[in-house]
Each structure stands twice: as structure tokens, then as C-alpha cells.
């Protein structure tokens, strides 16, 4: 059996539903088609993160994921309050606990105000001002930082997407894929087929494999990297009324256990970010396939040659408690054993190359009649319509 379409999008996370959108909108009539393996949108990356709406403050200057950060964060509360989702602009503490810490956040200052990032520099004491219960030698204060469900925005696109005469397909995995001069092929896991003149795959933590099923040439691999998060119990509601960040570490590629304020009122810590041995292994699963991917990889072995202590100190807080409550300690001493409660953790799909290198910026890969989103780690959730609006643009380019 086999089906029609002028543009299918592979994947109903927050990247694929705000780029079907974007076809929707900018080609009116045309047949689109979205197929997503799980029954819902948004059971991975996008179901699973800290929704926060990020400023922008850490990325280098000039790459698509500074621009598109600046650009998403309006954008996606633009989006939330035209269809009345919850989301706040509750700002966020980047708190230094040390000497280094604070001559680090000055650098941080600097790359905020190159990426035309508001920021404030506080004091210690301005900073236990806002926040009493934050030790900190000195903050940046970051007043346009929110928080948003992503999976309540994703399911909404859904809807928008179904409701304007997309066809949503969940529950049905594309299995392959075959080029031609006229349009694509996509065979499904059911055993069908669709055909389609243009595709999009956004695919996350499956980007490489999708990519290489299309008949791509990457030269990156998905690693998986586990971000583990406790809910906050026992202390008072407005412990912390803003988001609470440590300064990054150099020598670690993404950006430490912070404390998230949620829309619902609660509060959560993380998350760490621990190499996985499955891509989609919420309960810590061992994927024999997914493993062979990574350790069958050299960019693996040269990721571990560059950050091994980082993986192993972070291996060490994902099996103590202890360990992950001393990193969260350092800005927040009153939080205790007892108060963290394990919370549903994420899976980042980080591409990383044959160096061992982590890709840092956006990554996207073109084949004749395709695009694929194949690096969209934090924050994509944030930059989602502005990186849809590229995905597109470059699709009808190429037309
Ligand atoms: C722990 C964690 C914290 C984060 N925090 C933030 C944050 O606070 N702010 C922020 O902006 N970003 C954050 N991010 C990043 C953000 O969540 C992702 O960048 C974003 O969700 C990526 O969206 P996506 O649509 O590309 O991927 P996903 O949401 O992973 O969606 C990909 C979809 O493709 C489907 N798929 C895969 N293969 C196939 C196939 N063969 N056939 C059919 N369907 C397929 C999957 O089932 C999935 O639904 C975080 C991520 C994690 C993991």
C-alpha cells in the first residue's frame, strides 16, 4: 500500500511539528504528512527537558544557535501566549560560588552582550537579596530567561497542524528510505509506503541513522547523554522564586545541575549528564545495538580521551546521591538528602564527531530531496520556530 504527500516530516518532537508548521503556513494546500514512531508527540528530547526558555547568553557569537536562541525566545512566548500556554518570564541567577567562579562569569558578560543578551552582574549580596537561600559570590542576573512545558507546546502544534489538514501518523517508525529524481520513498515499519515529494527528518537521538538511511554522508555519531533530575520536597514553595544556575564548567559541554522552577509550582534540580548505554533508556536499559554504536565509534574513544574525568565524576553523581546533592550544595546548602525525589529523566542526542569533538552548533544536512536536523541539542526547544523557518527556507531553496 502505498500513500501521497508533497512534504513528510519524520519525528513529532518540537523541531519537526514547528518546521510542519512552517510548511503549513508558507505552502497553503500542500499534502503534509507527519510520522512519529511513539503514539504521542513529544516522548523524548522535547517531553523530557527542563523547559526553560533560554536567553542565550553561553553560545558563541555568531553561530545558528546564539541567533536562533535570541531570535526563539520571543518567538516561542509569542506563540505560548497567542494560544494560551502557560509560561513565565521568571529570569534566571547564574551564581558564582568562588573567586574563579565569578572572574568566569565575567566572560560570560562579555559573550552575553556580544550575543545581545541582556544581562546584570550582582553582587554577592544583591544576588542573596533576590535569593536568600543562594550562597553566591557574585551572579549574572538574566531577567528574559522563562519556563514553559515543551510538551504541552508540541502537542499543541499537533493540533494546530491536524486541525489546518495535516495527517499526523503516530505509533509507525520510518523503517528506510529511498531518493529519486521526483520525490522520496519512505518505507514504514507497518509495512507500507509513502511517497512524498520533499522530506524532513528530525529524527533526534535516531538523526544519524535516519540521515544514513536517506543515503547521507555523515560524518558524526548520536551519543547519548542521560540527564538525570530529582523533584525538590520539603522545603518552602519560594525556596527560589528565580531559575538557578552554576557558572558552566570549561571543561564540560553542557551546563551543571540547576535548580528549575516549574510552571505547577514545584521545583526540580538537574540535569546531570551522564553517557548512556541506550538511546531511549528511561530506566537505565542496556540497548546492545546502541552500545555497539557508540563503542564501534572512534569520535567515543577520543570524547573519553577529552572528558573521561568529566564522565566519570558525572557517572559517580548519577550512582550517589551524595554526589549529585554536593554539586546542587555549592549554591544551595539548605537542600538535604531527603528533600530529592527522582524525577523523569531526559536523554540529550548529542552528535559528536569522528575527533571526539561535541558538535556544538545546530547541524543541518541536505541530501537531494531532504533536510535533516541532525544536531538540535538545548536549546532547539527555545530556537524551535526560528530553526523551523531555516529548515524550510533552505527545502523550498532547493526546490
Ligand atoms: C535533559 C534535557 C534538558 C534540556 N533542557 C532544555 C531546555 O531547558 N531548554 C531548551 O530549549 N532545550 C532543552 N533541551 C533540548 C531540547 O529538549 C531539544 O533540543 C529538543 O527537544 C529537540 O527536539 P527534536 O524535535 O529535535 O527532538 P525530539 O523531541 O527527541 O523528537 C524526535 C522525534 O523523532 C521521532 N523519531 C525518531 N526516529 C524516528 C523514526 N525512524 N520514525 C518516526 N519517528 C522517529 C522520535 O520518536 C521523537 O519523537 C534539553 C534536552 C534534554 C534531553
Partial sequence: MSATADFVVVGAGIVGLATALEVQRREPGARIVVIEKEAEPALHQTGRNSGVIHAGVYYTPGSARARFCREGKTEMAEFCTAEGIAWERCGKLIVAVDAPEAERLGALARRAAENGVEVEPLTGAEARALEPAIMAEAALWSPTTGIVDYGAVARRMARIL??????????????????????????????????????????????????????????????????????????????????????????RPFLGVHLTRKL??????????????????YGREVSGRDLADSLGYGGFWRLLARHGRAALDEARGSL???????????????????????????IRAQAVGRDGRILDDFLFVATPRSLHVCNAPSPAATAALPIARHVVDRLLAEA
Fill in 162 to 251: 491536524a486541525d489546518r489538514g495535516a495527517v499526523l501518523r503516530f505509533g509507525v517508525a520510518v523503517a528506510g528510505a529511498r531518493e529519486g529524481a521526483a520525490g522520496v520513498t519512505l518505507d514504514l515499519a507497518d509495512g507500507s509506503r509513502l511517497e512524498a515529494g520533499r522530506a524532513v527528518v528530525c529524527a533526534g537521538l535516531q538523526a544519524d541513522r535516519m540521515a544514513r538511511a536517506f543515503g547521507a554522508e555523515v560524518d558524526f555519531r548520536i551519543i547519548p547523554f542521560r540527564g538525570e533530575y530529582f523533584r525538590i520536597r520539603n522545603q518552602p514553595p519560594d525556596l527560589v522564586r528565580r531559575l538557578i544556575y552554576p557558572v558552566p564548567d570549561p571543561a
Fill in 264 to 281: 505547577d509550582g514545584g521545583l526540580t534540580v538537574g540535569p546531570n549528564a551522564v553517557l548512556a548505554a541506550a538511546r531511549e533508556g
Fill in 320 to 346: 550517589s546521591k551524595a554526589a549529585y546533592l554536593a554539586k546542587v550544595r555549592r549554591y544551595c546548602p539548605q537542600i538535604g538528602l531527603d528533600d530529592l525525589v527522582p524525577y523523569r529523566p531526559g
